[in-house]
């Protein structure tokens, strides 16, 4: 059930009215697939979706969720306190810079898991290669950054999982590869068979994985219709996925 203010799962609701990140098909195919633990920062929240889901999935987690944006907290805020969940999540109006300096400097407990949806590679998707979107990106939050707070926060055997547009890529993994971070898991998610993969799923540990794990999934059939992978992934959580 959906609206213009609102997405209804199975055991939450989301509203998106306020916030800039709307609920979609990125934010619930990251929430589905990442991996959880007992300690989980959900980066750039925008309405709480992903927080909600890992929260559902993982019910021995307690989930931190954090967005710099006033409006995206405060949906995050409203969404979670309607939840059954909102006991194990907690939500600050902050940047990952500073809430990782801020947790490194009181020595807090780092994450057994860390998302990140963040719009930035969304609005950049449109004209990856323009000096707009790259000033755009360079402004919200740079790769380097985001990898060094996810350093300084995650847990040594942690991961770290994100969504992204497949035009970034080798810039992604490069500067993984530069903050001492090894890519353990990818999915290259096309929308049907016949067109390439636009988005891609990774995870990141700070320990080389015994096996790396690659797959190319495809959402929809040759009838437009959810493929069995997408179907199997989201099901607990669609209302129209028996």
């Given amino acids: 059930m959906t609206s213009n203010n609102y997405f209804a799962f199975k055991r939450f609701i ?9 609920v979609g098909t990125d934010g619930v195919l990251l929430g589905a697939w990442a991996n959880g633990g007992k ?8 309405s709480g979706l992903i927080s909600l889901m890992m929260a559902q999935r993982f019910p021995e987690s307690e989930i931190t969720a954090i967005d710099i944006d006033e409006d995206a907290f405060q949906q995050t805020m409203e969404n979670v306190a309607r939840s059954e969940f909102a006991e194990r999540i907690s939500i600050f109006q902050t940047s990952i810079q500073r809430f990782a300096t801020q947790s490194e400097a009181e ?30 990106h360079a402004e919200t939050l740079p790769f380097a950054e985001l990898f060094a707070a996810v350093e300084k926060t995650m847990t040594d055997k942690g991961e770290f999982s994100v969504i992204i547009p497949t035009d970034y890529l080798g810039v992604f993994k490069a500067e993984a590869s530069l903050h001492g971070l090894f890519l353990s ?3 290259s998610l096309k929308t049907t068979a016949k ?15 015994r096996k790396f794990e690659e797959y190319e999934q495809t959402l929809l059939d040759n009838e437009g ?18």
């Fill in 225 to 242: 219709k959810k493929s069995e992978w997408y179907k199997g992934l989201t099901r607990d959580f669609y209302l129209d996925e028996k």
């Fill in 107 to 136: 020595n807090n407990k780092k994450y057994d898991s860390i998302v990140c949806n963040p719009p930035f590679f969304v609005n950049s998707l449109k004209s990856p290669d323009s000096k707009r979107s790259a000033a755009r």
């Fill in 195 to 209: 067109k390439a993969a636009k988005r891609q799923l990774l995870s990141f540990s700070k320990q080389p994985p």
């Fill in 39 to 46: 300690r989980i920062l959900d980066v750039g929240c925008g």
């Fill in 185 to 187: 898991r990818k999915y």
């Fill in 14 to 22: 989301v509203y998106h009215d306020k916030c800039g990140m709307k």
